[in-house]
């Protein structure tokens, strides 16, 4: 089955610097990956998704990740993060194969940006 | 922008009643997931709809919650009774299985207080 490990469930930066959430999957089939993003008292919204193809995905708002399989991770960045990317981030994953094709979340990323 | 409607926003409920959160799939999305979202667990999969029918409710306490899909615009999450520690904020999210692969669209959720 597969999972997700979201390391820091905090993070804060500076505006301005760099943005880097880090995510690490487990799964049995090569993975289908997302990183959603969810602001306070909404749903979540969707940032990228890496299905197939090219390994470096970019998403809305200036994110990117990128798969890399022999490490099986799918880290977000962004070069310089704004007041208004802090939110929570959730990177999930999905093996869409066969039947079972449902999506499955780590626990979380809140990221707090610092003035 | 098309969207995934949830119904009520806010719900605040007697221990022992019985609770009904309602979701309106995008039109034409075949694939309908139920999740819900705590500060201790994060997001968990209750139960998700292909075609209206059940394909995993395994993540869903049997004993008092009951999912349904009476027609392909609706979507029910039943808790009877409720109980204190089923208070969470409660996601459905719709997709497209077969045409191509994506995220799903969640909505806004329904946020469940028992007391």
């Known amino acids: 089955a597969q999972s997700v490990t979201q390391l820091g469930s905090h993070v804060s930066v500076s505006e301005g610097a760099l943005v880097l959430l880090r995510c690490n999957y487990s799964s049995s089939v090569p993975p289908y990956l997302f990183w959603y993003v969810q602001y306070p008292n909404q749903g979540l919204q969707l940032l990228l998704k890496?299905?197939?193809?090219?390994?470096l995905v970019k998403g809305i708002n200036g994110f990117e990740a990128e798969f890399k399989k022999s490490e099986t991770s799918f880290h977000l960045t962004k070069p310089s993060a704004h007041m208004s990317d802090a939110a929570e981030y959730f990177c999930?994953?999905?093996?869409?194969?066969?039947?079972?094709?449902?999506?499955?979340f780590g626990k979380g990323t809140r990221l707090h940006i610092l003035p | 922008d098309a969207r995934v409607t949830q119904t009520p926003r806010h719900k605040v409920t007697e221990m022992g009643q019985e609770v009904t959160m309602r979701c309106q799939p995008i039109l034409g999305h075949n694939t309908v997931f139920w999740y819900r979202q705590t500060m201790m667990q994060g997001l968990e999969l209750l139960a998700y709809?292909?075609?209206?029918?059940?394909?995993?409710d395994s993540g869903m306490p049997k004993d008092r919650f009951s999912a349904e899909m009476p027609d392909a615009t609706l979507a029910t999450l039943k808790i009877q009774p409720s109980e204190p520690r089923d208070s969470a904020v409660y996601f459905c999210a719709s997709g497209l299985r077969g045409q191509g692969i994506g995220g799903y669209t969640f909505g806004s959720g329904t946020r469940l207080t028992v007391v």
């Open positions: 999930a994953v999905s093996e869409w194969s066969g039947r079972d094709d449902k999506i499955i």
């Open positions: 890496y299905t197939t193809g090219a390994t």
């Open positions: 709809f292909r075609n209206r029918a059940p394909l995993d």
